[in-house]
């Protein structure tokens, strides 16, 4: 007897879903039958990259695919595409948090400016989306952030992204208990280097480094982390929340 996730009928938004992990994202949940929201924070190719996505999606299952922009460090903006997206679609079931920048440098030489926009986006973004979004969210639904083995290794010039990956997997433990009254889970996956155009930042000699410490001898793609955000917001992971689900080929440090 063969076991298989079927969505239909539910509503997943994806944040940051115009390329690499989040447009994974979306095309797997919606191919296990859910309506995908698409936010994407309109700058550089974003629109478009969601757009032709969204595009490609409804080709395949008319009406099941919308594209929403909003930039998750902006508290207003954030508030405005959930009442946007409740009009549209009536609520969503999983809102994946997903939305995520970088800018490395060492302490010494890290501006402010590039310590504030790592954190506003990838964990003020994160919490603005989750009281925004628990408001439209219907009982029984789940949340899935991403988290990353940068929180738990510490990688050499990546203070502002190791804190607010770290802050992001604490903050899903403290959802996980305050939406349990509404039978909400919440989960943080942290992948390890997974194969993205953020990845290919990495110099070559750091990722040949980084290489020779994943026991399974490979990077990850983007299909690893969009199979187990799928495991999570599925009926089989009815009794999972408030975990942190490492997605790393085994890499220990």
Known sequence: MSIEINLNGKVALITGASQGIGAQMARTFHRAGATVVLNHPDKGSTRGDADALATQLNAIRPHSALVV???????????????????????????????????????????????????????????????????IMRDGGAIIS??????????????????????????MRVVSREAARRAIRANSIAPGVIDTAMAATIPAPVRAGMLKEIPLGRFGATEDIAHVALFLCSPLAAYVSGQTIEVNGGWRG
């Open 69 to 135: 922009a909003a930039d998750v460090s902006d508290e207003a903006a954030v508030q405005t595409m959930m009442t946007a997206v409740h009009e549209q679609v009536g609520g969503i079931d999983f809102l994946i948090n997903n939305a995520a920048i970088i800018r490395d440098r060492t302490l010494a030489k890290m501006s402010s400016a590039e310590w504030q926009d790592v954190i506003d986006v990838n964990l003020s973004g994160v919490f603005h989306c989750c009281k925004f979004g628990l408001a």
């Open 146 to 171: 991403l988290g990353s083995i940068a929180a738990i290794q510490g990688f050499y010039g990546q203070a502002n992204y190791a804190a607010a990956k770290a802050g992001v997997q604490a903050m």
